[in-house]
């Protein structure tokens, strides 16, 4: 590293660098400089967690690998979101990732902050090889109940990819008739990065949808309840009544709109 270098030089170093090699690490553990061992720690404990993240970034790969090492490339992720809430849509999302993504820290949606949500969504439509998104709304859900919605919803949003997938890994989820292989992984979005990446883009999705509700009824507050039954959004459906955006198959939607 030359001549001795500023401890703000050091710090702007460290975080400039891919890598430290081992010669420039030991090179600065012999600076007996507080600051600069503090600087150190911080770099171990950073590399740490990036070596975890890695880890389990890999770990989350293996029903894919199984894919790819059997000669498929083209591996579909499917997860949902919205199955549960009393208004909105129910959205699944399909996504197909290229062999050498990675994005650190990729997991469960709901395991995710919001601003990390949105980060994450950018950077997988814009990386990924194709994704698809499908969405059914209340009035249908009520006409074909939520758990056959839910499975229409995947299969529109398989075929939003545009292309065709050679195997398709789906949370809890079974399908029938799809033109592809498919396996179904109970906590899949846990297990598959895939399936975790689906489930960023279905939640993203659904919850951008919800805002857009909360502009039109803001009464219910959607944009904070996303259609779930709090006790807020209890208290307004006893005061405003339902709207057309509640599924009334829902208990105790149903009952409100008979009133």
């Known amino acids: 590293m030359g001549k001795q270098l500023t401890i703000s030089e050091i710090n702007s170093y460290l975080n400039s660098q891919q890598e430290i090699s081992e010669n420039e690490l030991e090179q600065l553990k012999l600076d007996k400089r507080t600051g600069v061992q503090k600087l150190l720690e911080r770099y171990e404990r950073n590399k740490e967690k990036q070596q975890k993240m890695r880890q389990k970034?890999?770990?989350?790969?293996?029903?894919?690998?199984?894919?790819?090492?059997?000669?498929n490339t083209m591996i579909a992720g499917i997860d949902e979101a919205g199955r549960g809430p009393l208004a909105g849509p129910v959205v699944a999302a399909s996504v197909i990732l290229h062999k050498d993504?990675?994005?650190?820290?990729?997991?469960?949606?709901?395991?995710?902050?919001?601003?990390?949500?949105?980060?994450?969504?950018?950077?997988?439509?814009?990386?990924?090889?194709?994704?698809g998104v499908g969405l059914i709304h209340s009035s249908e859900i009520d006409q074909i109940n939520i758990f056959n919605a839910t499975k229409k919803a995947m299969?529109?949003?398989?075929?939003?990819?545009?292309?065709?997938?050679?195997?398709?890994l789906i949370d809890a989820v079974q399908l029938d008739s799809l033109p592809c292989t498919s396996e179904s992984i109970i906590k899949g979005d846990q297990k598959s990065i895939s399936i975790?990446?689906?489930?960023?883009l279905a939640k993203v999705t659904r919850d951008r949808f919800m805002m857009e509700l909360h502009n039109k009824y803001p009464q219910y507050n959607f944009a904070s309840n996303m259609g779930y039954g709090t006790k807020e959004h209890m208290q307004a459906l006893n005061e405003h009544g339902?709207?057309?955006?509640?599924?009334?198959s829902f208990s105790p939607v149903g009952e409100l709109a008979k009133a």
């Open 57 to 71: 970034f890999n770990a989350m790969l293996t029903y894919e690998q199984t894919q790819y090492d059997l000669g």
């Open 101 to 131: 993504f990675y994005l650190p820290g990729l997991n469960d949606s709901k395991q995710l902050s919001k601003k990390a949500r949105e980060a994450y969504y950018d950077i997988i439509t814009n990386e990924s090889i194709a994704y």
């Open 155 to 168: 299969k529109t949003s398989i075929h939003q990819l545009g292309i065709l997938p050679d195997h398709v």
């Open 196 to 200: 975790a990446a689906a489930s960023i």
């Open 242 to 248: 339902v709207t057309e955006y509640h599924r009334k």
